[in-house]
Nanobody, 119 residues
Framework: VQLVESGGGLAQPGESMRLSCAVS????????MGWYRQAPGKQRELVTT???????NYADSVKGRFTISRDNAKNAVYLQMNSLHPEDTAVYYC??????????????WGQGTQVTVSS
């Protein structure tokens, strides 16, 4: 199973950016999916998650600015980031709970994509 992120880069404060993550490989089903981020010198933190029914939750720091969505047919998750702040600068990681057969789900991570917000 692989998670591949795309869409990072450089943005100015107030601009928008969209991240994508696709799950591939031996995938029977995907439960929760989410985005985490890690800024330099800080621990990785939760940004947002979404379950397979579409219910989402967000960190307080991104509520009202970021929106998570998913396409279950494509095993993909997206993060629309609006009104970006310099403090949103971090490496963003995609996460997914994947069932590859059997009775359990395993936790997988993408390789990370850099988001830099700077004027």
């Amino acid at each position: 199973v692989q998670l591949v992120e795309s869409g990072g880069g450089l943005a100015q404060p107030g601009e928008s950016m969209r991240l994508s993550c696709a799950v591939s490989g031996r995938v029977f089903s995907v439960a929760a999916m989410g985005w985490y981020r890690q800024a330099p010198g800080k621990q990785r933190e939760l940004v947002t998650t979404i379950n397979n029914a579409g219910r989402a939750n967000y960190a307080d720091s991104v509520k009202g600015r970021f929106t998570i969505s998913r396409d279950n047919a494509k095993n993909a998750v997206y993060l629309q980031m609006n009104s970006l702040h310099p403090e949103d600068t971090a490496v963003y990681y995609c996460n997914a709970d994947v069932n590859s057969g059997g009775y359990s789900y395993q936790d997988y991570w993408g390789q990370g994509t850099q988001v830099t917000v700077s004027s």
